[in-house]
């Protein structure tokens, strides 16, 4: 059997760490300790969309189904990564996928690179990430992919009615933000993994994503 490469996807959920605009940053507290109790023992306090998550169609639609019950199969299985990096505050178009198009099958799971992971750490990262235009997002439901994934906050402009992440989850189309490291996928098609957190009812819930080479 040949043996794959594993490229970690995931962003460390940390108390000091990047965060959608107006969202609150993980709070971690120690509850024991091996110098007082014999052992460490902490929680974990924060938002179901910390760091590297999942958004289920609950998170927009009224009886959208909750991250518990979306389906481990469309976040499991073929991936395709498409590097179009862009500039801050730009939008990826049917343009920027020309040539890429037609190698997207059905059942892919769609990564994007916008290259805004080179602003994490700065303001760009969090309030001026790339979006991509609507235009793309139903091509992509035509193709009838299984999951989008992206390394940016979000797949929307920030303030918008969300357009994008609406036509997605009414199609059972999970979304993967935040993801890290994409820079180290070498190869155009991959098998990707991302698992949720189980919670019920949820409207989504961070994940550790891998691609698997």
């Known amino acids: 059997m040949v043996e794959k490469k594993i490229i970690d996807l995931t962003r460390e959920i940390r108390s000091d760490m990047m965060t959608f605009p107006g969202l609150s940053r993980p709070v971690v507290e120690w509850l024991a ?11 974990i306090t924060f938002v179901s969309h910390t760091g590297t998550h999942i958004d289920a ?3 927009y639609l009224k009886f959208g189904k909750p ?17 179009v990096e862009k500039e801050p505050d730009s939008i ?30 700065t303001s760009d990262f969090t309030n001026h990430f790339p979006t991509i235009d609507g235009e793309v997002i ?28 609406r036509a997605l989850l009414e199609n059972d189309i999970p979304i993967i933000e935040n993801l890290a490291n994409l820079e180290n996928i070498t190869k155009t098609r991959f098998t ?14 961070p994940c550790r994503a891998v691609a698997l080479l």
């Open 67 to 83: 991250i518990n019950e979306v389906s481990l199969e469309r976040l499991i299985g073929d991936a395709i990564i498409i590097n």
């Open 92 to 121: 990826i178009t049917l343009a920027d996928f020309k040539g890429i198009v037609d190698n997207i099958k059905d059942g892919d799971i769609v990564i994007v690179n916008t290259g805004i992971y080179r602003k994490y750490g």
């Open 138 to 165: 139903h091509k992509l439901i035509g193709k009838k992919i299984k999951a989008y994934g992206t390394d940016a906050l979000s797949i929307d402009p920030l303030n918008s009615d969300e357009p994008n992440h």
């Open 57 to 59: 169609p609950k998170h």
């Open 192 to 205: 990707f993994i991302a698992l949720p957190l189980k919670v019920k009812d949820g409207d989504g819930a």
């Open 33 to 43: 300790t091996v110098e007082q109790e014999g052992y460490y023992l902490s929680k």
